[in-house]
C-alpha cells in the first residue's frame, strides 16, 4: 500500500468524480434494482469488487470485514464514538472485466492510480454512487494490481485500494496490523484529515506501520470530529 502525498490522492480522487459524476444519470436504470435494498444513510459501505476471473473466495469479504471492525473498534477507543457498518459488512460487487483490464486500461496519467480509479468508476456507476457521497462513506478494494505499480488511497469520503490490500486483509499478505494501520490511515484521509508532515507517532503518519502503537493527536480528532463526516460518528 504505497502512500503519495494526501494532496496527490485528493485532487486525482476530486478529478475523477468530476468527470464520472455526469455517467450517474444514465446508470439510474442499472442502480434502481439495488437502490430499494440500499443500506441506511450515514454508514460506511464496504466493496470487494471480483473481477471476472477471480474466483469467489470467502476469505477476502471476510478478511476485509474484520480489517473493518478493528478499524471500528480503534476509532472508537481513540475518539470515544465509531462509524456503523452494515450487515453484512462488505458488498461482493461482480466486476465486468478481468484484471488485466483494470490494471491496463488508463485512467488518468499516473497508472500508480488506474486500478482504483477504474474501479472506483464502475462502483459509482453500478451502485449510483458519487465522489464524494452524502449519503455514505464508501470503501473499495479490488482484486487486481500491476506489481509494484498500482497503489490506493484515500480522500473525499472513499477510500480506494488495489490488490496487495485485500490480500493482506485475506491473511495472505503478511502481518495483519500492517493492514489495519492502513485501513485506519486511509479512513483517516476519507474523514478528512491530511498526511502528517513527519513521522509523529499518529497514524496519519508513517507510525500506522507500528499499529496499534500509534494514536491521534488533540487536531487530528477534532478534525475528523468537526469534519464532512463527523456526523457520521457515534
Known amino acids: 500500500m504505497t502512500r503519495r502525498a494526501v494532496l496527490t490522492a485528493t485532487a486525482g480522487m476530486a478529478a475523477l468524480g468530476s468527470g464520472v459524476l ?10 434502481t434494482a ?6 441506511p444513510s450515514k454508514t460506511v459501505r464496504v466493496f470487494w469488487l471480483k473481477p471476472t476471473d477471480v474466483a469467489l473466495d470467502q476469505r477476502y469479504p471476510d478478511g476485509i470485514t474484520n480489517v473493518m471492525k478493528e478499524a471500528q473498534r480503534y ?5 470515544g464514538k465509531t462509524f456503523t457498518l452494515n450487515n453484512p459488512a462488505v458488498e461482493v460487487v461482480n466486476g465486468d472485466h478481468n484484471r488485466a483490464w483494470y490494471e491496463n486500461t488508463r485512467n488518468g496519467d499516473d497508472p500508480y492510480w488506474w486500478v482504483v480509479f477504474n474501479m472506483q468508476q464502475e462502483l459509482m456507476r453500478k451502485l449510483a454512487l458519487n465522489a464524494p457521497d452524502s449519503r455514505w462513506l464508501c470503501v473499495g478494494e479490488i482484486s487486481a494490481e500491476q506489481q509494484n505499480v498500482s497503489g490506493g488511497g484515500g480522500g473525499g469520503g472513499w477510500v480506494i485500494l488495489s490488490g496487495h490490500d485485500a490480500d493482506g486483509a485475506a491473511g495472505t499478505n503478511g502481518n495483519m496490523n500492517r493492514w489495519y494501520g492502513g485501513m485506519v490511515h486511509e479512513l483517516g484521509h476519507a ?3 491530511p498526511d502528517s508532515t513527519f513521522t509523529d507517532g499518529t497514524p496519519m503518519s ?9 494514536h491521534f493527536n488533540q487536531s487530528q480528532k477534532n478534525g475528523i470530529l468537526n469534519g464532512p463526516y463527523g456526523s457520521f460518528l457515534s
Open 75 to 79: 476509532y472508537r477507543q481513540e475518539l
Open 22 to 31: 455526469t455517467g450517474v444519470a444514465e446508470a439510474a436504470t442499472e442502480a
Open 191 to 193: 474523514l478528512g484529515l
Open 206 to 214: 508513517a507510525s500506522f506501520y507500528d499499529y496499534p502503537n500509534c
Open 34 to 39: 439495488r437502490s430499494a435494498a440500499a443500506p
